[in-house]
């Protein structure tokens, strides 16, 4: 590019879009950057929730080491603060049996190995072949349990496999966190999980805007983006008003979920995006003590029939309250129609079944909150929102618009690593070269 007046403006004001607009700035120490979100703060996805008057995180978070190590460093370093190290320690909890992540099948408990009709491990690339060498009990109970994601269990079966299966049954898949976590089931790697000194990720939302404004990059909140006729990007603040400052000769990077884009370009093909939405609900339980074989656990990974909501269960012993009372999380996902009453008259002592506690052993329900819209759209349409998506980029001018596609959330780990495409990719173009 040869006009020298143009600024920079990275759209989404997530954990991608932070990174990214300081990861520019360190390659451009004169040029203004705008970072543009339409909320009213920054990292909202790092929000906390109150129960039962404290605070916790919405949902388990952990940044996973090595993995994201290079992350790690960045934020002990603009937070100055040595974050919390714990062992990456997970089970799964298969209709109450307990397994750890990291076993081969022949390892599983004689209960579980009945589900699957091969006692061999399998390494494929293919959801189908994990399917044929299960049982139809098996089968059965991971398309019941799939209802908490979607009406179809092929729409979500990427939470599913290779999440509850053996060690020794291999997804095999080129995306880094498939590959980390494949490491992780033979032992070739000690994961740990990271967190903040409080345990809250909210605490990030301040050190990163703090050091976004130390590096001199203009935040604008409340500013949303639309495209006109002929498809130049604009930007106004929520109550309509255009930024006149923002124009279509900057570099635009595209940060924020593609939905934001689809909403603009097909409203239809959104709405049916979101049409099948499920809410998340976070319960907080109490218990006298956590017992022995669950010492150092970070979380449970729950396949549960009897009550399928279930997804996850987490011990934040770092919001522990006193007289040697233990806290514990429990994450559910369910239709928007739900019972919670129901739910939480029966969360109690359904976790304690699923923990394996005994009858000595205490738990009782302290409140819970319904915290997130989720939404889980069918794979088919998936793809062809990604076709949209990709279609409008590759049709705009390229020296203006950057576009890293995804729908939903991405792990800490792939925003660092996309953070550094995107910013390779504003080089090229200020070079001339792409």
């Known amino acids: ?39 009213n703060h920054l990292l909202s996805s790092y929000d906390s929730i109150s129960l039962n008057k404290q605070r916790f995180n919405n949902g388990f978070h952990g940044i996973e080491f090595p993995r994201a190590s290079e992350l790690i460093s960045f934020l002990e370093k603009i937070s100055n603060n040595k974050f919390l190290y714990k ?14 992540f990291n076993k081969p099948l022949l390892e599983w408990p004689d209960e579980l190995q009945i589900l699957f009709k091969k006692k061999k491990g399998i390494r494929s690339k293919k959801f189908d072949d994990f399917w044929e060498i299960l049982s139809v009990k098996y089968k059965d109970l991971l398309a019941k349990v799939s209802k908490r994601y979607s009406s179809q269990v092929s729409n ?23 590959i980390f976590q494949n490491k992780v089931r033979n032992q070739s ?7 903040p000194p ?51 000769s900057d570099i635009n990077v595209m940060c924020a979920s593609s939905i934001s884009l689809l909403k603009n370009l097909e409203n239809d093909k959104f709405r049916l995006m979101v049409k099948e939405g499920r809410v998340l609900i976070n319960i907080l339980l109490e218990t006298n003590k956590i017992p022995e074989h669950l010492d150092n656990i970070t979380e449970v990974l729950c396949l549960n029939e009897e009550i399928k909501e279930i ?25 928007e129609d739900f019972d919670l009453e129901t739910l939480k008259k029966n969360c109690a002592k359904q976790v304690g079944k699923i923990l394996n506690f005994s009858q000595k052993q205490q ?57 550094t495409e995107l910013c390779e990719e504003v080089t090229r173009i200020k070079n001339g070269s792409r």
């Open 1 to 39: 590019m040869t006009n020298k007046s143009y600024s920079i403006n990275v759209i989404g004001g997530g954990l991608l879009g932070c990174l990214t607009a300081l990861k520019i700035r360190e390659k451009n120490k004169s040029i203004n950057i705008n970072l543009i979100d339409s909320g």
């Open 87 to 100: 062992p990456n320690n997970r089970l799964l909890s298969i209709n109450n049996s307990l397994v750890e």
């Open 156 to 178: 979500c079966e990427h939470l599913l496999i290779p999440w509850f299966m053996p060690s020794d049954f291999i997804y095999d898949d080129d995306d880094e966190g498939i």
């Open 189 to 195: 790697i000690k994961p740990q999980y990271v967190f």
């Open 198 to 248: 409080s345990g809250l990720f909210e605490d990030l939302q301040e050190h990163i805007g703090n050091f976004l404004e130390k590096k001199n990059i203009n935040i604008n909140l409340d500013t949303n983006f639309y495209f006109d006729n002929n498809n130049n990007i604009k930007f106004s603040k929520s109550e309509g008003e255009e930024i006149s400052y923002l124009n279509s």
């Open 311 to 335: 997804s996850r269960i987490s011990f934040p012993s770092f919001m522990s309250t006193k007289n040697n009372i233990s806290n514990i999380q429990v994450e559910l996902f369910a239709d």
């Open 363 to 419: 738990i009782k329900y302290l409140d819970s909150k319904v915290s997130r819209k989720v939404f889980f759209p069918d794979k088919e349409l998936l793809s062809q929102c990604y076709k949209i998506i990709n279609k409008f980029t590759l049709g705009i001018n390229s020296t203006t618009f950057l576009n890293k596609p995804y729908f939903g959330p991405i792990n800490m780990s792939k925003a660092w690593m996309w953070s």
